[in-house]
């Protein structure tokens, strides 16, 4: 059973510049979230996804956005790139509608800032 | 706005010792306190999960207690080995309505041999 894909898995780019990344959830999993994780903040939730609507998201300014297609594969995008981009963006899956049934993590796409 | 606090920030531990790694939260509603386990270049990944109505969970080596009263919820690895060398994570989950994790700011925990 393949995890959750991530790619690509390292991106450099310039200040001012956008960026799109990519999510492809478990087979079967229709919620996706992402999550940005940097040594200072820890792991900070960003938004999640389920049917293609986005049900949460979190303090991140409006430069941060995603979406969720109807194969539920997920992209975000962050636009006019900032140092303090610079992060480790996590996709998690979870085959739930409601309740927990645990969320399952791709291995990051690690994005740098220059 | 921490809602949740994670203690130690790192940890030593010999072979075959207990691993404890502690969590404090600041608020009631939430539905399951999961721990995650990271490993370098890799994402999290779930180890053990507690709902609040229960006061202890263990599989294999890995105990999670947890206090309502107080609070707090813990990890606990039992003979602890090289292998189990990571960073780990607690959570709180905010069930339905919220879809979203929110995480202690992780223990890095070393095995010594």
């Known amino acids: 059973k393949a995890g959750v894909t991530q790619t690509p898995r390292y991106l450099i780019k310039t200040r001012g510049q956008q960026v799109t990344l990519s999510c492809s959830p478990i087979?079967?999993?229709?919620?996706v979230s992402w999550y940005q994780q940097t040594p200072g903040q820890g792991l900070q939730f960003l938004f999640e996804y389920f049917s293609e609507t986005q049900r949460n998201k979190g303090n991140f300014p409006g430069r941060f956005s995603g979406r969720q297609f109807s194969n539920s594969r997920s992209e975000m995008n962050v636009s006019t790139l900032e140092l303090g981009d610079s992060a480790l963006y996590l996709c998690a899956s979870s085959p739930r509608d409601r309740g927990f049934a645990g969320y399952t993590f791709g291995s990051g796409t690690r994005l740098t800032v220059v | 706005q921490q809602q949740v606090k994670q203690s130690p920030q790192s940890l030593i531990v010999q072979k075959g010792g207990i691993s404890i790694i502690n969590c404090a939260y600041e608020n009631t509603a939430f539905d399951y306190f999961p721990w995650y386990q990271q490993f370098p270049g890799k994402g999290p990944a779930l180890l053990i999960a507690i709902r609040p109505d229960v006061s202890e969970k263990k599989e294999g080596r890995f105990t999670i207690s947890f206090n309502k009263s107080a609070k707090q919820f813990s990890l606990h690895i039992m003979d602890s080995q090289p292998g189990d060398s990571a960073t780990y994570f607690c959570a709180v989950d905010s069930g339905a309505g919220s879809y979203q994790l929110t995480f202690g700011k992780g223990t890095k925990l070393s095995v010594i041999p």
């Open positions: 087979s079967g999993h229709r919620s």
